[in-house]
């Protein structure tokens, strides 16, 4: 049978495999399959520029349609697979159609996770991973209306940011001590907490959400202490869960991701993973990780194109993060967790620009930069090299950031 | 349609028609140029959108903004003309441009 690799999932890794598969020298067919009826689109802005308008949904394209046409990549969008028969090498679609592969791709991503509240299935209540979902959001905003976003991690700040933005009141709603506790240091919380806060939003931490009400529209969201607070709008933003289902029920080894190898192989040797859904280990960190990003699912996604075309090589890369907020850009390189040293470069009690550098027994593992592009660039140039920084000098504001690299 | 000249680090050169308005990492995404790839999607949170603008064509872009400059400050192998491609708007001015990239964009 003649080569065919097909890719499930038609997003970030999708995008950047098609591409490095024809560049390795990939002769064969290609196919991508994905249930969203969109070609691969860019994630990020949906809760950014494109939440408020400023992107178009043509400028979310990834690639342009032309790219696939002139790659000889065919697109089967709007399209779910629901099962991989490894044995005959095929997969099942939806309508029952088998499609045989000699070479499988899961890039299957990443799924919102829900929580049964009372009262979320009324209108105006949504979650945000597609652009079917933010699409659907436009409905339910405009200047003065109020909106109501479960969940205090990046999403849901990003999405705070652009509500305010055209001019709506927004309350976020976060069960831990302060918000992004899960991913920054108290000093990075405390200062979005006071910018959000500055730009009008009302956050309520270590609060409890009780029921969505309202008739068949959202009306309110009613807290653990009995208060409600009116809603247009309600964003709920409490994390994502891999989306794992169709490797498992193939039998191939899922740990929190689908687990793979440093090539992206998973243990059947003619299937991959890569992106969101993959569970890997990482040699900058020593320990494996599954990954929500842009960069992890592009960067990974090569290596699973290098392991198909016969050229492997091993997955080596810095994770690094954005978040756009009002006018603040956070890059984050490295990761933070397992610190126990934080050293802040700049004012991060009064200003709108620092940099927090994360040590660990001593050795820099991870910088959240705000509106300090060189010291994102410098950290993760260091990271990738292996090395580590002053922490003495890097809080030394006098000191240029690039003599605080050893 | 301007004519954009991608120049690889080891002189293999790619011609890509582009559409004005949209950027030089674009182009070069949209038609699987592999040395620039725009993992910020144009966003300029990443610079992983390196290039060199050839000297001859300095005066045909726009110059670069504080954020985009100071990336560029701690980029791998920064030239004088060095660019964030995402940053750089294909006009009808540019017909012919030749872009040169980095070995690579770590
Ligand atoms: C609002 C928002 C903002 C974000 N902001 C940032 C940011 O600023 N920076 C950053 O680095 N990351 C950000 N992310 C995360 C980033 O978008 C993800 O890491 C990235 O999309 C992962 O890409 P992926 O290709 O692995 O999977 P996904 O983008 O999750 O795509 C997987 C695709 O596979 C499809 N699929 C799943 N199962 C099947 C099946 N059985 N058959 C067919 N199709 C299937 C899914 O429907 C989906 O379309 C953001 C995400 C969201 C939602
Ligand atoms: S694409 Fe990320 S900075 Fe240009």
């Avoid at chain 1, 969109?38 to 400023?54: I, N, T």
């Avoid at chain 1, 089967?76 to 997969?91: E, F, N, P, Q, Y």
């Avoid at chain 1, 991701?257 to 090539?263: A, N, P, S």
């Avoid at chain 1, 080596?316 to 470069?345: C, E, H, T």
Wanted: negative net charge; hydrophobic residues 40%; charged residues 25%.
């Amino acid at each position: 049978m003649s080569e065919h690799c097909i890719v499930i999932g038609a997003s970030h890794a999708a995008a950047q495999l098609v591409s490095s598969l024809r560049q390795e020298g990939w002769e064969g067919k290609i196919s991508i399959v994905g249930d969203e009826p969109y070609l691969p689109y860019h994630r990020p802005p949906l809760s950014k520029a494109f939440f408020v308008g400023e992107k178009t949904e043509e400028d979310l394209l990834i690639r342009s349609a032309d790219f696939y046409t002139k790659n000889k990549v065919d697109l089967l969008l709007g399209s779910r697979v629901t099962r991989i028969d490894r044995d005959a090498k095929k997969i099942i679609l939806e309508d029952d159609v088998e499609v045989p592969y000699t070479k499988l791709v899961l890039t299957t991503g990443a799924r919102v996770r829900k929580i049964p509240f009372v009262g979320s299935e009324l209108a105006g209540v949504f979650y945000m991973r597609d652009l079917n979902d933010v699409k659907q959001t436009h409905k339910f905003t405009g200047p003065g209306k109020s909106a109501v976003i479960i969940g205090g991690g990046y999403i849901g700040l990003e999405t705070a940011a652009s509500l305010r933005k055209i001019g709506m009141n927004v309350t976020v709603i976060e069960a831990m001590s302060r918000v992004l506790q899960r991913v920054t240091a108290p000093e990075v919380s405390a200062f979005y907490t006071r910018i959000h806060t500055e730009e009008g939003v009302d956050i309520r931490t270590e609060a409890g959400v009780d029921a969505i009400t309202g008739e068949q529209h959202v009306e309110g969201v009613r807290l653990a202490d009995g208060s409600t607070i009116p809603a247009d709008l309600v964003i709920i933003g409490v994390g994502v869960l891999p989306n794992v289902e169709l490797a498992e029920t193939a039998g191939l080894t899922v740990d929190n991701g689908i687990v793979v190898d440093e090539f992206a192989t998973t243990n059947d040797s003619d299937i991959f993973a890569a992106g969101d859904c993959s569970n890997h280990y990482n040699p900058i960190y020593k320990r494996q990780l599954r990954l929500e990003s842009v960069q992890n699912a592009t960067d990974q996604a090569k290596i699973a194109a290098k392991a198909i075309c016969g050229k492997p090589e091993v997955y080596r890369a810095l994770p690094w993060f954005w978040s756009d907020q009002y006018d603040l850009k956070l890059q984050i390189a490295g990761l933070s967790q397992g610190f126990d040293q934080v050293v802040i470069r700049g004012d991060s009690e009064q200003g709108r620009s620092f940099a927090a550098f994360y040590f660990s027994e001593g050795n820099l593992i991870a910088v959240d930069a705000i509106n300090r592009p060189k010291e994102f660039m410098m950290c993760k140039r260091a990271l990738t090299a292996g090395q580590s920084a002053d922490p003495l000098k890097l809080a030394d504001e006098s000191i240029e950031i690039k003599d605080a690299f050893n | 349609m301007p004519l954009i000249i991608y120049k690889s680090h080891d002189g293999n050169t790619q011609e890509v028609h582009a559409e004005t308005g949209t950027s030089i990492m674009q182009a070069a995404v949209d038609n699987g140029i592999d040395g620039i790839l725009g993992e910020c999607g144009g966003c300029c949170s990443c610079a992983t959108c390196h290039c060199y603008i050839d000297p001859a064509w300095v005066s045909k872009v726009s110059p670069a903004d504080s954020t985009e400059t100071d990336m560029l400050d701690c980029v791998l192998e920064p030239q004088e003309t060095s660019r964030l491609s995402c940053q750089v708007i294909i006009t009808d001015e540019m017909d012919g441009i030749i872009i040169a990239m980095p070995e690579s964009q770590y």
